[in-house]
């Protein structure tokens, strides 16, 4: 029996475990930094009080990006079912172009083509059912949040869009729709608690498998690699579990970092850190995420509504056809005094020129440079601007009593400019840290060195133009997939 280690119980680990541990052949240990899924409190499963997860209500990592105009914050879970336990729950796909690049830069299997039938069968769409887009059978449970259920300000920022020319798209999963204004689809049980893809995949009957162990609050600090294979993983407390295939499933932000501690990276940082290098790989060279610009509103009146952060969306095209940028009211919150929220500007193109290192000195474990938003990026925003000032003028605005935080001038010529300088902030997409054609082959397997795979949103060779979350439960069924095939040859 072939023992595989996954490193990470996130939202591609669980998958990656619960798909795996299907087959008697091979046995599955899950380590998860964090705790398991039974310390879900309202916080996490009350889809409106993800705000307070981003606060550190929950455990999560808080990363600080180092950005042209100071730190961005970057969250991912530590515990598991990891972001997909914090984040807005959107469940978009990105489209079908993303991924046929893939495919075109060399990446066979990566195909639009390729993939939508695993993005299909994950889901099970409360909405649209089994048709040639969607799926009813599928661990995910999707649904669109009922205008009944959204906050004021999102119903008014949806109405106020239609009410400015912004076409409706019943369906932002069919790109054929776009660009116009929809509603995110989101991952909600029966009882429209959030749905994470430990609680999804890793289900009370899967974890009675025979060939499943999960262990949490275990933190894995190395692979060792002997003569070009890996052999087993590190933990923090010294000991060593050897496995005949390790999988690193610990995000964008700390597989790069694992794969350097264990020798697998830059040799020259490797050198810098006294560190033997097993494989002289660009791991961390090409951050990608989703940046925009940030700027805070206010409306007289409660927030009201029962939906999660991800409600309405324009999804835009600055040229009139290729969508390159999300815009939607982000996080309500009525605490004391007046309502505020965020409405975030995000481009869905990156250059993917972030980086990610190990830290310099004692206590720092990481070193992150955000991507940069250049001129062209920058243009792009602009049309998302126009978009917004066309809403501040509508009826559905107006009858809000939606003010700028700060008075602004979207109109003018450095409007982008002052907004990024104000609020850059990050959608929490980070990818492309070990991707496949650099680090990894279309296998996702690590080059040079054997019986080592990456399985999170590292391996996207460039992001999609759209919410990463289900990109990494494709790759992951995907993965798994291929892995159960070769095994039973």
Same mark, same amino acid.
């Given at each position: ?9 996130? &939202? ?31 916080? %996490? ?35 598991? +079912? ?23 830069? +060399? ?18 769409? !409360? ?50 729709? !776009? ?26 009957? %899967? ?51 694992? !794969? ?57 095209? *600055?040229?009139?056809?290729? %969508? ?8 309500? *919150? ?55 000032? +066309? ?18 001038? !979207? ?47 590292? %391996? ?7 919410? &990463? ?21």
């Amino acid at each position: 029996m072939k023992h595989i280690a996954i490193v990470g119980g996130g &939202t591609s680990g669980a998958v990656l475990a619960a798909r795996l541990s299907e087959t008697s052949d091979i046995s599955v240990t899950l380590f998860e930094t964090g705790p398991d899924d039974d310390v879900y409190g309202s916080s %996490v499963l009350d889809p409106i009080r993800a705000p307070e997860a981003w606060q550190g209500a929950s455990p999560v990592a808080m990363v600080g990006m180092q950005g042209a105009a100071g730190i961005i914050p970057a969250l991912q879970g530590r515990l598991m +079912g990891g972001t997909s336990a914090v984040n807005g729950m959107a469940t978009l796909r990105g489209l079908p172009e993303d991924y046929d690049g893939w495919a075109a830069a +060399g990446l066979d299997g990566w195909g639009w083509d390729d993939v939508a039938d695993t993005f299909i069968s994950a889901e099970n769409d !409360l909405d649209f059912g089994s048709n040639p887009l969607h799926g009813d059978s599928g661990p995910l449970t999707v649904r669109r949040w009922r205008r009944n259920e959204m906050s004021h300000a999102q119903n008014a920022f949806y109405d106020g869009m239609v009410e400015t020319n912004g076409p409706i798209v019943c369906d932002i999963n069919d790109s054929s729709q !776009l660009p116009g204004i929809g509603i995110f689809p989101v991952t909600i049980d029966a009882n429209s608690n959030r749905l994470t893809t430990s609680r999804a995949y890793l289900t009370p009957k %899967v974890r009675q498998r025979e060939n499943l162990q999960i262990r949490t609050k275990c933190k894995v600090t190395g692979i060792h690699i002997d003569a070009g294979r890996a052999t087993g993983i590190i933990l923090e407390n010294g000991e060593e579990i050897e496995a005949d295939d390790i999988i690193i499933s610990t995000g964008a932000l700390w597989t790069p970092i694992l !794969l350097m501690r264990s020798g697998v990276g830059p040799a020259d940082h490797l050198a810098e850190h006294g560190i033997k290098v097993k494989a002289d790989l660009p791991v961390g060279d090409t951050l990608s995420d989703h940046l925009g610009a940030g700027i805070r509103y206010i409306h007289e009146g409660p927030r009201g509504g029962t939906a999660g952060p991800a409600q309405s969306l324009y999804i835009g095209a *600055s040229n009139g056809k290729d %969508v390159d940028y999300h815009l939607f009211p982000i996080a309500p *919150s009525s605490k004391d005094g007046p309502t505020t929220f965020t409405m975030g500007a995000f481009l869905m193109r990156s250059s993917g020129n972030g980086k990610i290192r190990m830290g310099e000195t004692s206590g720092v474990e990481l070193v992150v440079t955000a991507p940069t938003i250049a001129d062209y990026d920058a243009a792009r925003l602009e049309h998302a601007f126009a978009r917004l000032a +066309g809403w501040e003028k509508s009826k559905a605005a107006k009858d809000l009593g939606c003010r700028p935080e700060v008075p602004h001038d !979207l109109s003018m010529e450095n409007a982008v400019a002052v907004a990024l300088e104000r609020n850059t902030i990050s959608y929490g997409h980070m990818a492309g840290t070990c991707p496949m054609g650099s680090v990894l082959n279309a296998e996702c397997q690590v080059l040079g060195i054997d019986g080592l795979r990456v399985v999170d949103a590292s %391996v996207m060779p460039t992001i999609p133009s759209g919410n &990463t979350y289900l990109g990494c439960v494709m790759i992951a069924e995907r993965v798994a997939r291929k892995i159960k095939t070769a095994t039973r040859k």
